[in-house]
């Protein structure tokens, strides 16, 4: 994932917007041939662009929602569908412009760099520190880990998740390798 980002960067930097042609039809406005994504490139990486977030009639919003809505869903990491899914589903309409935007950010990081921050295997970095949906979710997956995992299997920072039983257990009913 980390080289797709690279290649939509550098692609991003040839076809910035001064560089863009147009087609002009006779009958109607110049049309670009190319219309920026405003989910292209995280905030955390080396080019940054403004959201449009338009709360301004129902139907713009009910849109923003039901986007924003699949995206913490439809990530393609259980864990973090269930986790971000559930918690975009329960404040997202009490959101304003800037938790939304907050909320972008958050779902525009990398899933296996975010799933070690939420957990605490690894300290997150300051410009995700100090993101409030971050922030949020952050809170709610500690306290659901404090709550519900004993601590014999919770990861030490910087320390993968333990399996919660022995693999190398030799013996005849044993499992050979793995978790069989």
Same mark, same amino acid.
């Given at each position: 994932?980390?080289?797709?980002?690279?290649?939509? /960067?550098?692609?991003?930097?040839?076809?910035? &917007?001064?560089? !863009?042609?147009?087609?002009?039809?006779?009958?109607?406005?110049?049309?670009?041939?190319?219309? &920026?994504?405003?989910?292209?490139?995280? =905030?955390?990486?080396?080019?940054?662009?403004? !959201?449009?977030?338009?709360?301004?009639?129902?139907?713009?919003?009910?849109?923003? @929602?039901?986007?924003?809505?699949? =995206?913490?869903?439809?990530?393609?990491?259980?864990?973090?569908?269930?986790?971000?899914?559930?918690?975009?589903?329960?404040? /997202?309409?009490?959101?304003?412009?800037?938790? /939304?935007?907050?909320?972008?950010?958050?779902?525009?990081?990398?899933?296996?760099?975010?799933?070690?921050?939420?957990?605490?295997?690894? %300290?997150?970095?300051? %410009?995700?520190?100090?993101? %409030?949906? @971050?922030?949020?979710?952050?809170?709610?997956?500690?306290?659901?880990?404090?709550?519900?995992?004993?601590?014999?299997?919770?990861?030490?920072?910087?320390?993968?998740?333990? =399996?919660?039983?022995?693999?190398?257990?030799?013996?005849?009913?044993? %499992? !050979?390798?793995?978790?069989?």
């Amino acid at each position: 994932m980390a080289s797709l980002r690279r290649a939509l /960067i550098s692609a991003h930097r040839v076809l910035k &917007p001064s560089r !863009i042609h147009t087609l002009s039809s006779p009958s109607s406005q110049p049309q670009t041939l190319f219309r &920026p994504q405003h989910f292209w490139v995280s =905030r955390f990486s080396t080019t940054t662009q403004s !959201i449009d977030v338009d709360l301004s009639s129902e139907e713009s919003k009910r849109r923003l @929602f039901n986007r924003l809505l699949y =995206r913490s869903k439809q990530r393609g990491f259980l864990e973090l569908d269930l986790v971000l899914g559930k918690w975009v589903e329960e404040h /997202i309409h009490s959101m304003d412009e800037n938790g /939304i935007k907050a909320l972008v950010h958050v779902l525009d990081l990398e899933n296996p760099d975010l799933w070690k921050w939420l957990t605490g295997q690894e %300290p997150a970095p300051e %410009p995700v520190n100090g993101n %409030p949906v @971050f922030i949020a979710v952050h809170k709610k997956v500690m306290s659901n880990l404090d709550n519900h995992a004993s601590p014999e299997t919770r990861a030490v920072a910087g320390q993968p998740w333990v =399996r919660g039983w022995d693999d190398f257990k030799k013996g005849r009913d044993s %499992p !050979i390798t793995g978790n069989q």
